[in-house]
């Protein structure tokens, strides 16, 4: 059964860093392309960041580049969120998600995802 448990949400000041973690079980990362997203209330689900299944390919929302990456470490089977320079714009919930299939491509867009995580509270106030 597969599961994503997505951790290190929080409250922080404008200008602070986070860094979520999305800890996977029932599957091989490498065997996923994978996603971050995120969702304040009244608005969609927002894709920031992705990666494909060996990291050849990513691609970022406008609003992050440049402040938030996202990495993976195949041995802890955890996908990270490493989010800096903060803004109260980016207060939201803030999900992991895995799409099946070795890709020369990421998603920036929920639709393909297969799996997702329960979903991490950022709360940042100015």
């Known amino acids: 059964q597969v599961q994503l448990v997505e951790s290190g949400g929080g409250s922080v000041q404008a200008g602070g860093s986070l860094r979520l973690s999305c800890t996977a079980s029932?599957?091989?990362?490498?065997?996923?392309?994978w996603g971050w997203f995120r969702q304040a209330p009244g608005k969609e689900r927002e894709g920031i960041l992705c990666?494909?299944?060996?990291?050849?390919?990513?691609d970022s929302a406008d609003s992050v580049k440049g402040r938030f990456t996202i990495t993976r470490d195949d041995a802890k089977n955890t996908l990270y969120l490493q989010m800096n320079i903060l803004k109260p714009e980016d207060t939201a919930m803030y999900y992991c998600a895995a799409m099946r299939g070795r890709k020369r491509y990421c998603v920036a867009a929920p639709g393909p995802y297969n799996f997702w995580g329960q979903g991490t509270q950022v709360t940042v106030s100015s």
């Open positions: 990666i494909n299944w060996d990291i050849s390919a990513t």
């Open positions: 029932g599957l091989q990362l490498d065997d996923y392309g």
